[in-house]
């Protein structure tokens, strides 16, 4: 089988060989193109150290100087190219120490995690192939290179790993690996939250989401929640995210259905950035309120779910409560006719402000609030009453009264 390389790689193959060094891509990019994929990047290993690497390309980045990464910057497209390496002693569950340049492709690919990810070729030698991936490949199984105890002890983030690319390629998970995962699981308490949010990330909107049970056969999941225990139906939930569009902040409020009012501090606990906090959290607070078919109950979710959102809030309805997809298509139609005619249903559309109310004396503070609130649902019921003349008139009396 040749492989069908992009020509600015081919350009720095070739320039790596005819300075007299050896150079593969490796990793990733093969294993996509043996699955039909196309690679989203395109990595490059070589004999050349940084420096000599360096040497031969007029424009370059030192972007893991220390581990023996460059960046190539050809045609605006950027491109990894490494040493071969080994790695020393792993102290922190997570990164070598130190990292030793070796000039044998074998010697680098023996230090990889997964078969499927040690596999090397360039054009003029094909594929160098020592641990079997393409043959796990074809048989659509996770194995790691060598012992997988090692291998996760090494970096724990691994474990996620093995499950993630479950999610993602479709394949099975080895036996032995999966008894490795449940040995050390508890070593990926070692791992930074950013890593782990990332690979959940890439689990949640993954082709094959199924592969999350992995995470709950393993013990894996305590550990990706920072302690918290699963207490979801995890099989309920693959069912449903199989169903969900793959939106990230969708398929995690399934996920997270069952916390409650705890779905912000895990978010936070995972490094998710303040605007997912905001929509997942919400999500979750507001998909098991029911939702009346009349204008003035969907108004009143309108008052919480940001129109941007809407339509996505009630995909997750329909998932978790029914199959009746003609009723929420009923409440979607309506809510967009709510949008498209401009009827209030939040403060800052009401006719009436704050200073409004102090003009007729109604205090600042819990009083003002309140008023601002009532007139709100009045509103929201009798839309035509959103005039200032009228909304004050209605609040003179009540003070008057």
């Known amino acids: 089988m ?3 390389i992009p ?7 070739d320039t790596l060989e005819s300075a007299g060094y050896e150079a593969f891509i490796v990793g990733g990019c093969v294993r996509d193109v043996l699955r039909n994929v196309i690679p989203k990047d395109w990595d490059i290993a070589t004999s050349a150290t940084p420096t000599q690497a360096k040497a031969l390309f007029s424009r370059t980045v030192d972007t893991g100087i220390k581990h023996g990464t460059i960046t190539v910057l050809l045609d ?3 491109y990894e190219v490494t040493t071969y390496r080994i790695d020393g002693e792993y102290l922190d569950s997570r990164r070598p120490e130190t990292v ?3 000039s044998n492709i074998e010697e680098d690919l023996s230090r990889r995690d997964f078969t499927m990810n040690a596999i090397a070729y360039n054009p003029s030698e094909g594929f160098i192939d020592p641990f079997l991936g393409q043959e796990d490949i074809n048989k659509k199984i996770i194995r790691c290179v060598g012992n997988p105890k090692q291998r996760f002890t090494e970096d724990a983030l691994r474990m996620l790993r093995a499950v993630r690319f479950s999610g993602v390629t479709g394949f099975d998970i080895c036996s032995q690996l999966l008894k490795a995962i449940f040995k050390l699981k508890h070593n990926l308490a070692n791992v930074s939250p950013e890593r782990i949010r990332e690979e959940l990330g890439k ?3 993954s082709p094959q989401p199924g592969a999350v049970e992995f995470l709950h056969t393993t013990g894996l ?10 207490k979801g139906d995890i099989y309920e939930v693959i069912l449903w995210l199989k169903k969900c569009p793959t939106i990230e902040t969708m398929r995690m409020a399934l996920f997270l259905h069952w916390v409650g009012e705890d779905c912000e501090n895990i978010l936070r606990s995972l490094r998710f950035d303040n605007k997912s906090i905001k929509e997942i959290s919400l999500y979750v607070r507001m998909l098991h309120m029911p939702i009346k078919h009349s204008r003035y109950e969907i108004k009143k979710i309108l008052r919480h779910i940001p129109p941007d959102i809407f339509d996505n809030f009630l995909t997750l309805k329909t998932i978790i409560v029914t199959d009746k997809e003609e009723i929420l298509g009923g409440i979607r139609q309506e809510a967009a006719d709510i949008i498209r005619k401009g009827d209030c249903f939040t403060l800052r559309d009401l006719a009436i402000s704050g200073n409004d109310l102090a003009a007729i004396g109604i205090p600042k503070g819990k009083k003002m609030g309140v008023a601002l609130e009532d007139m709100l649902d009045l509103v929201m019921q009798y839309p035509n009453l959103n005039t200032k003349d009228s909304l004050l008139e209605i609040l003179q009396n009540r003070v008057i009264s």
């Open 2 to 4: 040749n492989i069908n």
């Open 7 to 13: 020509h600015q790689v081919n350009f720095i193959i």
């Open 76 to 78: 605006r497209k950027h």
């Open 100 to 102: 030793e340049f070796v």
């Open 203 to 205: 689990l949640i909107t």
């Open 221 to 230: 999941l305590p550990f990706v929640l920072g302690g918290r225990n699963y």
